[in-house]
T-cell receptor, first 112, second 118 residues
């Protein structure tokens, strides 16, 4: 069993829809949770960074962490074609958040 | 502009050859990382370095080697011992400092090198 599980998709939704992306994990020591966005043939870029449980909102994006269920989510509201990318969850247990463990990535397409 | 550069963008290698991938950063970061990305498997850590002249193996270090002689540079050598080297290789850097409350400790990624073995 992988330490971090993420549905690879692909996921295809119409423009304007609410998108929900999820990851589950098995290591209860994880306390730093990240979502990265990766466009085709590019390096990942950080989208959201959350410490411990709770919600964090940034514009159209909301990250949720439920440590009791070992489950994290990323919600995208009013999705746009420019949101089409692969979304990777990542987690770390160390205080420097250096040793990241990544999910497989979910490939998302927003259709105009 | 501050950032991370990787070269070359595309690299072709014959079986049995060693190749070196370049990674340079001008962010004044202490920590640097190498990841490998295969389709459907996300990113896996090959090596990381928290300070000059020091580095540690990640989860899939076999068949790879690194050096960290300068703070700005962290080259990765893919040796002939790596059985399946065809992949997308990503370099990243971060401050490497313990996270303070309310602060992010983001890893910044380069644009990647796509290595193909012929």
């Amino acid at each position: 069993q992988k330490e971090v599980e993420q549905d690879p998709g692909p996921l295809s939704v119409p423009e304007g829809a609410i998108v929900s992306l999820n990851c589950t994990y098995s290591n209860s020591a994880f306390q730093y949770f990240m979502w990265y966005r990766q466009y085709s043939r590019k390096g990942p870029e950080l989208l959201m960074y959350t410490y411990s449980s709770g919600n964090k909102e940034d514009g159209r994006f909301t990250a949720q962490v439920d440590k009791s269920s070992k489950y994290i989510s990323l919600f995208i509201r009013d999705s746009q074609p420019s949101d089409s990318a692969t979304y990777l969850c990542a987690m770390s247990a160390d205080q420097g958040a250096q040793k990241l463990v990544f999910g497989q990535g979910t490939r998302l397409t927003i259709n105009p | 502009d501050g950032g991370i550069t990787q070269s070359p963008k595309y690299l072709f290698r014959k079986e049995g050859q060693n190749v070196t991938l370049s990674c340079e950063q001008n962010l004044n970061h202490d920590a640097m990382y190498w990841y490998r990305q295969d389709p459907g498997q996300g990113l896996r850590l090959i090596y990381y370095s928290q300070i000059v002249n020091d580095f540690q193996k990640g989860d899939i270090a076999e068949g790879y080697s690194v050096s960290r002689e300068k703070k700005e540079s962290f080259p990765l050598t893919v040796t002939s011992a790596q059985k399946n080297p065809t992949a997308f290789y990503l370099c990243a850097s971060s401050t490497g400092h313990p996270v303070l409350a309310g602060e992010d400790n983001e890893q910044f990624f380069g644009p990647g090198t796509r290595l193909t073995v012929l």
